[in-house]
């Protein structure tokens, strides 16, 4: 059986079970009825069954209780498992929310900023394995149970359970009553509507997580990266044993190694363009060794840039990025490219890691961390936005499926926006819509081919500007002191 066919949305199977509920017609049979030809019960009140049961033990009170299981489709999401849990004796009950799929080659971080009320509404799925903040009253839920909510549910729920025992802390633990107080006032004053605009955060190691997307993301208050797992977390993902270690065959065949210099170190020596370097790694997705290549190239009129490519052979992972390097320059770098036809998408884009790609005409706003660095075309980094955005907003179908919905529990006026949405992208993408491509980089370390080089290119525009406030303090330069750093004698 497909996972089309287990993980139905929750609407269709409630559709079925009223369809199967409806009375049917009555007929007069005056022949005598036969077991052969009589209907199973059970087997048509599987058929309506939208969820399954399972007989358990109840953990308060040692009675058996009923478990229920939904398998479902989460919009712009994926697959989950909802868990319900009820025992009738002391009447306990407990849900949780479980990923059906698997770990996720890479872990992924989602921030949201929220500024009106309804912002509260964006829905939140946190793993078992997930780590939720929300940044201004440096409160974090830690890892546990999965749950299946929206920000204000999440927030509603934390506030409960800081508030529990908290008559008790009063007389027995003051100073810990007080500190609560605070926290329980200011996220009071949050779900208030007092308090806007804060920041709520996820970060899952196992990228099973989602926030909710806002629709209209121009003022970049949503946004999503990915990283690479640590070793402690793919050990907490049970993904490595503590014993497992790379043979030593591999370690020594992935000593990396000056091209004609025998024996002498990486760390010695100057790195060579356009050779390929190789270096012993650890596999994202499945945690056992694999390697890491690495090239310097020199693009003209930039600079040199170092691609990185990491491919296992175990599990069949693959990723590349593109690292700049040289020193901070004083001001950020503006680029801005007409798009007018096919030529233009094809010409060569570096975007680094801390650069904002902005297509207004496109309604597209791509926040610094997002597709990590790359070097690729103007029509390959819209294209791969384009994959990656339908992957999360229409998961489980095909990325050129232009008939993709998000799911019957989407609402009709989110689905026609991204329809829309995705349907100007892609006349951009085929050449059919002109726009305009923006790139601001606080390290001037993007970079757009020029048709005209080293003359002028009419159709880019390179502005230097000064670094904003916030922009110094994400890159951690507000906090660098370069003079005057001597201490007094």
Known sequence: ???????????????????????????????????????????????????????????????????????????????????????????????????????????????????????????????????????????????????????????????EDLEFGQPSRRSLQP???????????????????????????????????????????????????EYNRTPAQNEMLSLRADDEKAPSNVQAQMVPQIPGAPGEALEDAEIVADEIYSFPASCPGCAKPCSTHMKMVDIPHFKQVVIMSTACEHCGYKSNEVKTGGAVPDKGRRITLKVQDAE?????????????????????????GTLGGRFTTVEGILSQVRNDLKSQIFHGVGKEDSTAHGGDSAESESKAKWVAFFADLDAGISGEKPFTMILQDPLASSYVQSLFAPDPDPQIATEDYERTEEEKEDLGLADIKTEGYEPDE
């Open 1 to 159: 059986m497909s996972s089309g066919e287990l993980f139905q949305d929750v609407g269709k199977q409630v559709s079925g079970m009223q369809r199967a509920a409806e009375p049917l017609p009555v007929t007069i049979d005056t022949t005598t009825p036969t077991t052969d030809g009589a209907p199973d019960s059970k087997d048509a009140d599987e058929d309506v069954r939208i969820g399954d049961e399972i007989e358990s033990l109840c953990m308060n009170c040692e009675e058996n209780g009923i478990t229920r299981l939904l398998l479902t489709k989460i919009p712009y999401f994926r697959e989950v498992i909802i868990m319900s849990f009820y025992c009738p004796h002391c009447h306990f009950k407990n849900s949780e929310v479980q990923s059906a799929g698997e770990i996720q080659e890479r872990g992924c971080k989602s921030t949201l900023k929220l500024r009106v009320p309804g912002d509260f509404a964006r829905q939140v799925v946190k793993s078992d394995s997930c780590v939720a903040r929300f940044e201004e009253l440096e409160l974090e839920i830690p890892a546990g149970r999965g749950q299946l909510s929206n920000v204000e549910g999440l927030l509603r729920m934390t506030v």
């Open 175 to 225: 100073r810990i009553f007080e500190k609560l107080e605070v926290v329980i006032e200011k996220a009071k004053g949050m779900l208030e509507g007092k308090a806007f605009p804060f920041t709520f955060s996820i970060d899952d190691p196992a990228g099973n997580s989602f926030v909710e997307p806002p629709l209209d993301n121009n003022d970049g208050s949503w946004s999503r990266s």
């Open 344 to 368: 233009d998408l094809s010409r060569d884009i570096l975007k680094s890691e801390s650069c904002v790609l902005i297509c207004p005409e496109l309604k597209l706003h791509v926040e610094p």
